[in-house]
Nanobody, 125 residues
Framework: QVQLVESGGGLVQAGGSLRLSCSAS????????MGWFRQTPGKERDFVVA????????YYEPSVKGRFTITRVNAKNTVYLQMNNLKPEDTAVYYC??????????????????WGQGTQVTVSS
């Protein structure tokens, strides 16, 4: 089993930056596919970014490409989401997810076996 814990959320003004962390425990996730999703009240969980095992290949949702960056530090068993030039429409609860099948990235939430509890990101205008 893998446990994921997100942190780093908060309140930021538009144009600001935040770095979210997803710390994994239970197993080493370096070879896992990892993803970040976000959700607002009453809506489905939306894809943000994902990468394949070891972070070899990444894919970004078009609205965040160029502003968000997914990275990993395997020594810390942690995945990060650097978010720059934040916009009010980025406001959501952000979740990280992990899949044991690290041969590619996944953009569907149903492809992930493990999820964190989420961290709130609020961007004020």
């Amino acid at each position: 089993q893998v446990q994921l814990v997100e942190s780093g959320g908060g309140l930021v003004q538009a144009g600001g930056s935040l770095r979210l962390s997803c710390s994994a425990s239970g197993r080493t996730v370096g070879h896992y596919a990892m993803g970040w999703f976000r959700q607002t009240p009453g809506k489905e969980r939306d894809f943000v970014v994902a990468d394949s095992g070891e972070g070899d290949v990444s894919y970004y949702e078009p609205s965040v490409k160029g502003r968000f960056t997914i990275t990993r530090v395997n020594a810390k068993n942690t995945v990060y989401l650097q978010m720059n030039n934040l916009k009010p429409e980025d406001t959501a609860v952000y979740y990280c997810a992990a899949s044991e099948n690290g041969d590619k990235y996944y953009i569907r939430a149903t492809d992930y076996e493990y999820w964190g509890q989420g961290t709130q990101v609020t961007v004020s205008s």
